[in-house]
């Protein structure tokens, strides 16, 4: 092959991580860009979605989805420019979302890839506010938080790609919002920027003080995607009827099982009795459908509006993937994270 | 006062339980019967309901009813004859529900009173299957379960008055039922008597492994009575979209805290993200309304076909009901336990 010939960097699993991921959990690989047989495309990724999720997948632990193995490429959202087309669907230069990982290039069927405006001004948003994450923030707020005009809303990850949308759409639907995220920055982001009417910073002392403070009238929703401490902090503080919509645990996807401790699970489940509480995980690739399409156009109206906010934390580089996912899982990132692999 | 004036024997809360209720914590004392005010009727207690839910309100750790006060009367739903009335409402010789609690005779404004038909067959029957009891199997199988046919249904507490209920209806319904319950009758019971497929015996060894047998294709709703030992035998076999109506924890009513074990609420979070379960907390008495009258005359209609099954577990005399309530927290009743007052 001649050294000018394009090469295709992917970055696989280069062994199960335990804990937090380690560098070594990474290995960048290079190999000749594949061509499309008749009836694919060839994609070049333009975009890549760093997402908590993706944690998950790196386990072998029983979960909603098949675990990655040893030497794949590691998974996520993209988006994509179609480099080369022999599917009768799609032209070279076509704009595309894509599900093709952590790689230069991939190979598509055509299956899964959902066309893009070709003159959309902000491409990457696809891939948080008016994508996945936002369609979390929208489907977990509205079908299983339900809020009502008048109460209070908590949320974690306050100012990540989910938080941010839940805590700015239960502003739109009357409610109070309070935060939860780490660091003064952040929450002078939530609060400044994003119009939350106070936000906790869940790094400093005395998190369950400040959280009763900030809430007044109690928890009658909280969006849950941490656990941990901040779940500790907002139990004591949910009203009768509240609801807990789970989409993700971040605080856990890492943590080392078995610590010994008073076992709490009776206390979560005493307390959901007599509160009347409702916990409901839930994977938001079981919502698209019509909801989706009502999302998409709510969403754009909002953002048009600018009654919705949104803040990228946009890495360069696929080879710095790695070490900017490491950084997700610590919560290093401020907004939703993607990576520019080219443009 | 005369020595043949007609007494009210009370049983009060001598003082608060620490785990299983003794029986120095119930104390019988007798008092002159009162005499109805204008405005008020007096009742004379028929019935009397023993439920596990009384155990919580012995209690003062918050809950979602207030506590009983040491000298209060046990509180308890009842069937009642109007002894005498001064309401323009009643007559003397109506049969009532009330809610009068463990004792002979009591005053009421008539507020809370529901008037039964005199000439009613089983007027306890308003104390299990057509009352409390079955309407909360009612509400949290199809309100909060939502079974569909050909899912499996486990519920505990097979045999009592709201499991026996659940296991019937989600027959009714096209599910495959799971019974478990305390004991081989029971079991037996449950499944020659009540109709459901399989039950199994939380007493004997090897729970986990004998629900699992039950259970080929999983669970998909898991009514929750119990807590303990049962809910960790089902929670491995749990389906995706699994819903888990929470209506009571008997098994953990006289419990004490503070066990040092491993801290499984992390891994409850984690199995209802990981397959999007619904735990739901509910208190019956918020459902009250037009879905009442539904249930009371679906159920009226199932019990007169033959198509739900009551069995009752009658105690006589007031002044045992705090053994049968002892034993009903320890599984001894078999079916709803009631304490006939006066016939």
């Known amino acids: 092959m001649p050294p000018s010939a394009p090469m295709n960097r992917r970055i696989v699993m280069a062994r199960r991580p335990a804990g937090i991921p380690a560098p070594e959990d990474f290995r960048l690989d290079t190999q000749a ?116 005009a008048g109460e209070t809303v908590a949320v974690a990850a306050a100012t990540g790609a989910v938080g941010s949308v839940v805590g700015q759409l239960a502003r739109l639907h009357g409610c109070r919002v309070v935060g939860i995220a780490g660091g003064p920055d952040k929450c002078d982001h939530a609060v400044r920027e994003l119009g939350f009417d106070a936000c906790v910073d869940h790094r400093a002392a005395n998190l369950a003080q400040r959280l009763a403070a900030a809430s007044p009238n109690g928890i009658d929703v909280y969006f849950e995607s941490v656990g941990g401490a901040v779940f500790d902090a907002v139990l004591p503080l949910l009203n009768r009827h509240a609801r807990i919509p789970l989409c993700g645990l971040i605080s856990q996807y890492n943590a080392v099982p078995g610590v010994e401790a008073p076992d709490r699970l009776p206390m979560l489940m005493r307390l959901a009795l007599t509160k009347s509480l409702r916990i409901q995980g839930f994977i938001v690739s079981d919502w698209y459908g019509p909801l989706y399409r009502e999302f998409s156009r709510q969403m754009s109206d909002w953002i048009a509006d600018g009654r919705i906010k949104y803040r990228e934390d946009v890495v360069e580089g696929l080879e710095n993937a790695p070490a900017a996912f490491m950084g997700l899982l610590q919560g290093h990132n401020f907004g939703k994270l993607v990576v520019r692999v080219a443009s």
Chains 1, 2 share one sequence.
């Open 33 to 148: 860009v594949p061509g499309p047989a008749d009836g694919q495309v060839l994609l070049r990724t333009l975009y890549l979605s760093l997402d908590p999720y993706m944690r998950g997948r790196m386990s072998d632990a029983a979960s909603y989805a098949k675990p990655l193995e040893v030497g794949d490429v590691m998974l996520g959202g993209t988006v994509c420019r179609v480099a080369e087309s022999r599917h009768p669907d799609f032209a070279a230069g076509d704009l595309v979302l894509a599900a093709s990982g952590w790689q230069d290039y991939a190979l598509s069927s055509g299956k899964g890839l959902t066309r893009l405006p070709p003159d959309l001004a902000h491409p990457s948003w696809s891939l948080g506010v008016l994508g996945m994450p936002g369609f979390t923030a929208y489907v977990g707020l509205m079908q299983i938080g339900t809020p009502k």
